[in-house]
T-cell receptor, first 119, second 113 residues
């Protein structure tokens, strides 16, 4: 299957600093990528949809000024957690679909996730 | 908003027994229903998916059934093995222009030898 690479896999940062997470589709192009957050023993909660060349679409309750998303190319989306606080500590996962296949009903590929710990 | 409910939240079975996990969804326009297996600290792995034009799909010990009228779908694992122990998530695609996936709440499956 297609490969989605996420970096870093783990990061520890101090409260008040910002952290950038990268999501790359390695062998396909993705006009749309998705960012999820997963707290321990909970489900994947969709945070936002990243759209290449345009603004991201955020889910209800997700602060767009805190979670900055940039999708500057067909293979890269970044999520920046600004002014991070301990409650932002979580597992962040991106996913993407191959836009050269049929746009609908195709498998979503996931990055390996980023474990963020804010101290 | 869109919602996917999943149950049970935990499921314990003896090795060799069958396991069934059920999900219901709210968006009647959803057409794609994948199931994922997630081990601790890892990314979700697709194990099987079904599209709305079929009612059932099987892949070796794993099968999924879909009832579009009732808006529910189920995962069936037969002849369970200890390595099947993990958290399983169902998901449904939301029919906006992005086809984003909304996940169920998850089922922790434990298979005892």
């Amino acid at each position: 299957g297609a490969v989605v690479s996420q970096h870093p896999s783990r990061v520890i940062c101090k409260s008040g600093t910002s952290v950038k997470i990268e999501c790359r589709s390695l062998d396909f192009q993705a006009t749309t990528m998705f960012w999820y957050r997963q707290f321990p023993k909970q489900s994947l909660m969709l945070m936002a949809t990243s759209n290449e060349g345009s603004k991201a679409t955020y889910e209800q309750g997700v602060e767009k000024d805190k979670f900055l998303i940039n999708h500057a190319s067909l293979t890269l989306s970044t999520l920046t957690v600004t002014s991070a606080h301990p409650e932002d500590s979580s597992f962040y996962i991106c996913s993407a679909r191959n836009h050269l296949q049929a746009q609908r009903d195709t498998e979503a590929f996931f990055g390996q996730g980023t474990r963020l710990t804010v101290v | 908003g869109e919602n996917v409910e999943q149950h049970p939240s935990t499921l314990s079975v003896q090795e060799g027994d069958s396991a069934v996990i059920k999900c219901t969804y709210s968006d009647s326009a959803s057409n794609y229903f994948p199931w994922y297996k997630q081990e601790l600290g890892k990314r979700p792995q697709l194990i099987i998916d079904i599209r709305s034009n079929v009612g059932e799909k099987k892949d070796q010990r794993i099968a999924v059934t879909l009832n579009k009228t009732a808006k529910h779908f189920s995962l069936h694992i037969t002849e369970t093995q200890p390595e099947d122990s993990a958290v399983y998530f169902c998901a449904a695609s939301i029919r906006d222009n992005t086809d984003k996936l909304i996940f169920g709440t998850g089922t922790r499956l434990q298979v005892f030898p």
